[in-house]
């Protein structure tokens, strides 16, 4: 390797070994704890009428607890964000345990919520832990390559994992000088997941080759709807947030008074077709299922409740939910197959909600096909340049501000 010195060359060697053995430890983390996760939901749809009443009262006991014993981890994937700007200099190692167990709660109980804010938080609290062992190693980046890994091993989608890594700290920005390290992370644990038994979502899209020019058309259109969609979903998510902190200064009584409401609500809605991952949502999108054109909406205000009052989870799965029922119900007034927009949300509200723009291009494409990118880029772009700059990650920076 021209242009490295043997000290270099080791530096690099160790970072690379570093990088497989987080992979490794971060793939298992995320086979184990999404495997229960799917067991959980499946219990609480078949007893959601005795569970989903306890749903705020079970979420006031973690939080009594978390408060009490969990230092920093209350924080969540916020702490991970200051980590990576280099704000705070250690992760704790409990924030993976009060995650976990905090995610399983809210959704043996039907809070509406993903998974992956959790699996970022176990990636990057293990490569911090793996970095800091040894003087010299750069700790931000570490969080990089913890966060591709955990997004990787959970979804076992490893090039957007990837991606998403590396843009979703600095708007702008990507941290290219931790590409090699955060490749090799992310496709170990992806691997690895997938090795221990952790099931992926995938849909084989059938496309006709050609991009005529009335179809670019309708792309572009249905860019700018699921832009203005991931966008409100990030304001949702802000507005919400406050509100319910005015209005209820105290977490403990906050996340039990508001999630006696989301319970009901939950139950008043279609009887809890809008609890816990929305998987059910995804695939009636894709498999021929009933779609109510308000779907996306009242996911969308219940998955806001639910993390803004306080239960932990995550937001990228809502936002699979969301974009995928949008699609589904927007493919007939476009003349387009159900299928097609549906991926086509499923993708681009997920980027425009997190201010990334070539994740979710990705994540189409290892989803539903790489034949499929054409598509996923002209709507992800779009989406992407519609959604004001905002984010549901509120830390999240801009280039300029950096």
């Known amino acids: 390797m021209r242009g490295y010195s043997l000290e270099k060359m080791k530096h690099v060697g160790l970072v690379l070994i570093l990088s497989v053995l987080i992979g490794l430890t971060v793939g298992a983390l995320d086979a184990g704890f999404g495997r229960v996760l799917d067991y959980i939901s499946i219990f609480f749809h078949q007893h959601?009428?005795?569970?989903?009443?306890?749903?705020?009262?079970?979420?006031?006991?973690?939080?009594?607890?978390?408060?009490?014993?969990?230092?920093?981890?209350?924080?969540?994937?916020?702490?991970?964000?200051?980590?990576?700007?280099?704000?705070?200099?250690?992760?704790?190692?409990r924030l993976v345990p009060f995650a976990i167990c905090g995610t399983w709660l809210t959704h043996l109980f039907g809070g509406s919520a993903g998974r992956e804010g959790v699996a970022v938080q176990i990636g990057a609290t293990v490569a911090h832990v793996f970095g800091r062992q040894f003087q010299g190693m750069n700790y931000k980046r570490f969080i990089v390559i913890g966060m591709a890994s955990g997004f990787a091993g959970l979804f076992q989608t490893p090039i957007a994992a990837i991606f998403f890594a590396m843009e979703v700290l600095v708007v702008g920005h990507l941290t290219y000088d931790v590409?090699?390290?955060?490749?090799?992370?992310?496709?170990?644990?992806?691997?690895?997941s997938?090795?221990?038994?952790?099931?992926?979502?995938?849909?084989?899209?059938?496309l006709d080759d050609r991009l005529p020019w009335f179809l670019i058309v309708r792309l572009v259109i249905?860019?700018?709807?699921?832009?203005?969609?991931?966008?409100?979903?990030?304001?949702?998510?802000?507005l919400t947030r406050l509100t319910l902190t005015n209005h209820f200064p105290n977490p403990v009584w906050r996340i039990g008074i508001v999630g006696i409401i989301v319970s009901i609500l939950l139950f008043i809605f279609h009887d809890g077709r809008y609890a816990?991952?929305?998987?059910?949502?995804?695939?009636?999108?894709f498999h021929g299922g009933t779609i109510y054109p308000y779907d996306w909406l009242l996911k969308?205000?219940?998955t806001a409740l639910t993390l803004a009052?306080?239960?932990?989870?995550?937001?990228?799965?809502?936002?699979?939910?969301?974009?995928?029922?949008?699609?589904?119900?927007?493919?007939?007034?476009?003349?387009?197959?159900?299928?097609?927009?549906?991926?086509?949300?499923?993708?681009?509200?997920?980027?425009?909600?997190?201010?990334?723009?070539?994740?979710?291009?990705?994540?189409g494409a290892e989803v539903f096909g790489f034949d499929a990118i054409p598509y996923f880029f002209i709507v992800c772009a779009i989406g992407y340049l519609c959604n004001g700059n905002r984010s549901v990650y509120s830390l999240q920076k801009i280039e300029k501000e950096f």
């Open 309 to 363: 009052c306080g239960f932990q989870g995550g937001e990228v799965l809502p936002m699979f939910a969301i974009g995928s029922t949008l699609g589904a119900a927007l493919a007939g007034i476009f003349g387009l197959p159900v299928d097609f927009v549906a991926a086509l949300g499923f993708a681009s509200v997920f980027g425009s909600a997190t201010n990334t723009f070539l994740a979710p291009i990705f994540i």
């Open 222 to 238: 249905l860019g700018i709807i699921f832009g203005l969609v991931g966008y409100l979903f990030a304001r949702t998510m802000r």
């Open 48 to 93: 959601k009428h005795i569970l989903l009443p306890f749903l705020g009262f079970a979420g006031m006991l973690f939080v009594h607890i978390q408060l009490k014993y969990g230092k920093d981890s209350h924080l969540g994937i916020g702490l991970i964000f200051k980590a990576g700007y280099g704000e705070v200099s250690k992760v704790p190692k």
């Open 276 to 285: 816990s991952l929305g998987t059910n949502l995804i695939v009636d999108s």
């Open 300 to 302: 969308m205000i219940l």
């Open 194 to 206: 997938e090795f221990l038994g952790l099931s992926k979502f995938s849909y084989h899209l059938v």
């Open 179 to 192: 590409l090699l390290p955060t490749m090799v992370a992310s496709f170990t644990a992806s691997f690895t």
